[in-house]
Structure formats: structure tokens, C-alpha cells
């Protein structure tokens, strides 16, 4: 089940720079998107997220980009910080559903060298 | 700031024992989630609960599962028989009720189960 891709296993970025996370998607009812960032251990932590009547939202360091067309979303973190060493994980909700279920990606670990 | 807490943190049991995972969500939130990591592997959806209710359930979820909330706090998960294959992270969600919004969910700190 590949309905969630994330292609990139891993990315190393210099502090400062920025990172720029992928995710492609299959599924044409998913219409909710959101990144995840999980250190060792511990549970998938919220980031950010964007519903798919838009193409962009920005909360901070971290904006996220939607290509409804492409199915595609990207996640900026700018400027990159050795403390968002950690893996990403990208997730997708669909339209119906008051529970929405989240499908997610395999991650990818983002490390940021000092 | 309020977060979702879950116990144990690991389990250790032997295959064919029952087990129960624990998950105290977050006060406000309605939706109750359980997700699974087997290591190497995606996160997983196992099942999402809504008013005392399970609201949809993956494949994964088979009879040897059972979501519950005994006492209006806690959230439960079982499994019946345990199977070395249910070795796994075990991650409850919980999230809001926002009416025409989108709800991210918010994930506790796992459990570790480990079938001998």
C-alpha cells in the first residue's frame, strides 16, 4: 500500500539552509495533509497541516505546499535548526469520514549539521 | 500544555496472553484513535472511536482486537491472543470535534509491546 510516498529516506541539511521534505500522494479523496516530526521513543508530534482548498500555510520556520494537481506537498523549515533533527512523516486524511484516519508515509530523517 | 499519555510504556508478554494498552487522552477531545508501528514499517491505522463507538476500523483490526473506554477517561486497547507478529509501537490519538474544521490529531508517547 503506497498511497502515501515519501521518496527521500533521509536529507542532510547545514544549519541555516533549508530543508525541503516530499511527499507525493495517490489517493484522490484525500483532501486533509499533515506533517508529523518524531524523535526515537517517542510519539509523532504535530507540526503542521493543509486542507486541500489551499496551497499554502505557514506557522513559523515550517510552511507547507500543496500541488493538488501533482499530488504532491512539500514542507519548508527555514532557516533549518540542529533541533529539527528528527524523522518526518507525511500523513493524509479523505473527505468523508468524521473520523478521519490518517495514512502515512515512510519518513523521512532529516538530520541538520551544526 | 495538554498532551495524550499512555501505559505502559513497555510490555513484555508471552504469545496467547491478552493484553490491554492504556491511553488517557487529551479532556476536550471526542476522537479516539490507535495507530501501530511495527518497527522498520509505516505507522499504521488500527481503528478511530467516536461516541462510545467504533467509527471505522483497518483490516489489522480483527476479532483479536477490542477498543473500549470503561470509565469516560480511559482508552483501551486489547488484544485477545497475542501473536509474535503483534510486536509492535502502539500509538493512541486523540483529537477535537471542530465543526467544518479539520481536527490533526495528537499522538501519546507510544507503547512498546514485545510477544515472546
Known amino acids: 500500500d503506497q498511497q502515501v510516498k515519501q521518496n527521500s529516506p533521509s536529507l542532510s541539511v547545514q544549519e541555516g539552509r533549508i530543508s525541503i521534505l516530499n511527499c507525493d500522494y495517490t489517493n484522490s479523496m484525500f483532501d486533509y495533509f499533515l506533517w508529523y516530526k518524531k524523535y526515537p521513543a517517542e510519539g509523532p508530534t504535530f507540526l503542521i497541516s493543509i486542507s486541500s482548498i489551499k496551497d499554502k500555510n505557514e506557522d513559523g520556520r515550517f510552511t507547507v505546499f500543496l500541488n493538488k494537481s501533482a499530488k504532491h506537498l512539500s514542507l519548508h523549515i527555514v532557516p533549518s535548526q540542529p533541533g529539527d533533527s528528527a524523522v518526518y512523516f507525511c500523513?493524509?486524511?479523505?473527505?468523508?469520514?468524521?473520523?478521519?484516519?490518517?495514512?502515512f508515509g515512510s519518513g523521512t530523517q532529516l538530520t541538520v549539521l551544526p | 500544555e495538554p498532551e495524550v499519555t499512555q501505559t505502559p510504556s513497555h510490555q513484555v508478554t508471552q504469545m496467547g496472553q491478552e493484553v490491554i494498552l492504556r491511553c488517557v487522552p487529551i479532556?476536550?477531545?471526542?476522537?479516539f484513535y490507535w495507530y501501530r508501528q511495527i518497527l522498520g514499517q509505516k505507522v499504521e491505522f488500527l481503528v478511530s472511536?467516536?461516541?462510545?463507538?467504533?467509527?471505522?476500523k483497518s483490516e489489522i483490526f480483527d476479532d483479536q482486537f477490542s477498543v473500549e473506554r470503561p470509565d469516560g477517561s480511559n482508552f483501551t486497547l486489547k488484544i485477545r491472543s497475542t501473536k509474535l507478529e503483534d510486536s509492535a509501537m502502539y500509538f493512541c490519538a486523540t483529537s477535537e470535534m471542530l465543526a467544518g474544521g479539520d481536527n490533526e490529531q495528537f499522538f501519546g508517547p507510544g507503547t512498546r509491546l514485545t510477544v515472546l
Open positions: 479532556s476536550n477531545h471526542l476522537y
Open positions: 500523513a493524509a486524511s479523505p473527505s468523508s469520514g468524521s473520523a478521519r484516519q490518517l495514512t
Open positions: 472511536f467516536y461516541n462510545n463507538e467504533i467509527s471505522e
